[in-house]
Structures are given as C-alpha cells and as structure tokens.
C-alpha cells in the first residue's frame, strides 16, 4: 500500500472491528477490507473511494452509488470527531415562490440564529424529489442537518446523507415519510374538519371545496376532514362541488369561477389553502358575488395576508414557524445524537380562526 493510500485509510473507521460474513471483500482471516481493496473491487482509485467516503461532489453518481454500496456492506462510516460540519442548515423547498415559504424560512432562520449557523436555501421547481446532484452538493458542503419542506429523498440520497452523518427532517410531508424518517407535520385532517363545521353550523348546505395537489398527504387530509364533518352532519358529499387545486392563488381564481357560475353555486367553499381562498375572492368579485354576503370562505394556514385582505379571511391557522422551529431543533438534535430518528414523528395543532369571511348563508 502506498503512504497515500494509508492515509487515506485512516480517513475512515469500521462500525465493527471485523466486516460482515457476507462482505464481498472480507479476507478468511476476518480483517476488515482496506479502502484500497474495495477499491480494486469497485473498479476504481483508492483516492476516488477516499471522496466518496469524504462527500466530495467530483464523483460521477454511479461510481457514487458502487462505492457507497460497498461502504456500507464493510461498515465504514467517518469519524464524528472528523466530520467538520460547516456552520449551515440546508432548507429546500419543492416551491420558493410565496409567503407560505417566508414563514417557514423564519421559523428556521430563528434556531439557526441562536445556533451561530447559517441557512442555505434550495428549491427542487416544483419536483417532491430534488434533482440528482443535490445531495452531492450537500454531501460537499457538510451541514449539521438539512430540513426538507413538502419532499422527500430517493433511496441513493437517503443512503448518501447517511452515510456522511447528515441527518435530515421532513416538514409537512408530501407523502408518507416512513418510520425511519423523522418529520413534523400538522393536524390537516382536524383542519379540514374544523373548517367545514364553521360552515355548517353557519346554516350551509352547499359547500364546495377546492383542494391541493392529490399527490401531498396535507391535500388529502385536509379534503378527508372536509368529507367527515359533512357525513357527521348527515350530508351527502357532492363529489361535483370538489375541484383539485395546486395551492396558488391562479388555480383558486380558475377553479372558483367554475364552482360559482354552476346554478346550484356553493354558498361556501373550503379552499384548501389561503392563497386559493384569496383566488377565489377575485372570482366572486368578478361574478358580482360579495364576500360572505352571497359566499362565505374559508382558507388553511393563516398567512399574515390572510388578517389584511377585505373582508379578513376566516382560515385554519397552520403554525407553520413552530413548525419550523420545530424541525430546526429536531434536525440539531440528531445531529448532536440526542435524538433517535425511528421514532420521531409531530405534529403541531391547527385551529380555526374566524373574521369576516363567512356568514350565514343568504337566501337564495
């Protein structure tokens, strides 16, 4: 072996002192392979198994995933003493494009603040997986932990993070997250619920919603929360009052022009979100409709804008910057190994905020 591959030996410890029976590379005595014999078995320099093991991003992701692969199979991680974290917490977002994102970004920026790091910031434009050259770029720059917002990661960048000590937390899901994953999340369906009992108990029979995208558990949730309270009151639900939205304000203004020009209109509508509630306010207004004289509505997260529109929106408060607190110090808390990632899984409370939105229905 030469010295540099020796000192690039010492770059990496095994989690056992023997490799696994079932390693590819494992001599009959027991030892554990050096980085220059797996890299012989993977087809590479000992120097390119020595960036992989040290989140260098000058790998091509096959090469990446080979030698990860056989990494993991011999039980080779970093030292923690040696991990040298860059002061940083990494957000991404699937979308940066609303004040939705300015309440997470706060959230996290108050923790990281207080912990003396820094917030990098990415967006996946609009994909529920970032692209294939995050997690090396992630990977490169070492950060105590990465917060990913409505996304998730692929299997290869799992095992990537991991395999550096870069702990991770999903906020507000899009999908199911697994056990394995820790993440924070929202009472959405009791949401859902609670919006549409304020418009039932207001006298609405005619109650429309428009959703978000069907692939996010959130959309999903909120929607079944909207169908319990209508089958508890003894309501059928009329799957023809439902419109599935994005959560942008243009989807809302598209989909409630829809619902209002029916002849059997909604006299309310959930709408899923406050940016499709307010959506939904200019459809009225370019109706002739008025806001909650002839439709009452009701919006989810209570944005800040939420307070300031006319009338004020009635809406399902989503703290989303404790949320984001939330996932800040969660992601701290693995990366300082005081918290066990298999069983974490929160989900703050929502709560129904009345303004002036809605009403009594009018007599129609």
Same mark, same amino acid.
């Given at each position: 072996? #030469? ?14 002192? /023997?490799? !696994?029976?079932?390693?590819?590379? %494992? ?6 392979? #050096?980085?220059?014999?797996?890299? *012989?078995? %993977? ?14 991003? +000058?790998? %091509? ?14 039980? &080779?991680?970093?030292? *923690? ?23 997470? $970004? ?6 990281? *603040?207080?912990?003396?790091? /820094?917030?990098?910031? /990415? ?9 294939? #050259? ?17 996304? +998730? ?9 991991? /395999?550096?000590? $870069? ?9 199911d997250p697994g056990a394995d994953v820790p993440s924070i999340g929202a009472t959405n369906w009791q949401g859902g619920l609670a919006a549409t009992r304020h418009l039932i108990e207001l006298g609405h029979r005619r109650i429309g919603a428009i959703t978000g995208p069907s692939r996010m558990m959130c959309s999903r949730a909120r929607l079944d929360g909207y169908r319990a309270a209508l089958e508890t009151a003894g309501m059928t639900v009329d799957q023809s009052m439902v419109r599935t939205g994005d959560f942008h304000h243009e989807?809302? &203004? ?26 939904? &306010? ?19 997260? +209570? ?22 607190? %939330? ?17 974490? *899984? $929160? +989900? ?9 939105? #809605?009403?009594? !229905?009018?007599?129609?």
């Amino acid at each position: 072996m #030469t010295a540099r591959e020796t000192a690039e030996s010492r770059t990496a410890v095994p989690e056992t002192r /023997s490799a !696994p029976s079932t390693a590819p590379t %494992a001599s009959r005595s027991g030892r554990t392979a #050096t980085l220059a014999e797996i890299a *012989r078995e %993977a087809g590479v320099s000992a120097p390119t198994v020595s960036k992989v093991l040290n989140g260098r991003a +000058d790998v %091509a992701p096959g090469t990446r995933t080979r030698v990860e692969d056989l990494l993991r199979a011999h039980g &080779y991680r970093r030292r *923690r003493a040696e991990t040298g974290r860059s002061p940083l917490i990494d957000l991404v977002f699937h979308e940066l494009e609303s004040a939705w994102a300015m309440e997470v $970004i706060r959230g996290v920026e108050n923790v990281a *603040r207080d912990a003396g790091l /820094s917030v990098v910031l /990415s967006e996946s434009a609009g994909r529920l997986t970032p692209g294939r #050259t995050w997690a090396d770029q992630v990977a490169a720059r070492r950060p105590h932990g990465v917060i990913l917002v409505l996304s +998730d990661l692929d299997e290869s960048q799992r095992a990537l993070l991991t /395999s550096r000590s $870069i702990p991770f937390v999903v906020m507000d899901p899009a999908g199911d997250p697994g056990a394995d994953v820790p993440s924070i999340g929202a009472t959405n369906w009791q949401g859902g619920l609670a919006a549409t009992r304020h418009l039932i108990e207001l006298g609405h029979r005619r109650i429309g919603a428009i959703t978000g995208p069907s692939r996010m558990m959130c959309s999903r949730a909120r929607l079944d929360g909207y169908r319990a309270a209508l089958e508890t009151a003894g309501m059928t639900v009329d799957q023809s009052m439902v419109r599935t939205g994005d959560f942008h304000h243009e989807t809302g &203004y598209r989909q409630g022009l829809d619902l209002l020009r029916r002849p059997d209109r909604p006299t309310a509508v959930f709408a899923g979100n406050d940016l499709q509630a307010l959506g939904l &306010y200019e459809a009225a207004r370019e109706l002739g409709l008025r806001v909650p004289e002839d439709l009452s509505v009701v919006g989810f997260d +209570d944005l800040p804008v939420a307070r300031w529109v006319g009338p004020p929106l009635t809406t399902v408060r989503q703290p989303l910057t404790e949320m984001a607190e %939330a996932a800040a110090k969660l992601v701290l808390d693995l990366a300082r190994e005081q918290t066990a990632p298999s069983a974490t *899984r $929160i +989900d703050l409370a929502t709560s129904l905020v009345v303004r002036s939105s #809605t009403a009594p !229905p009018p007599e129609l």
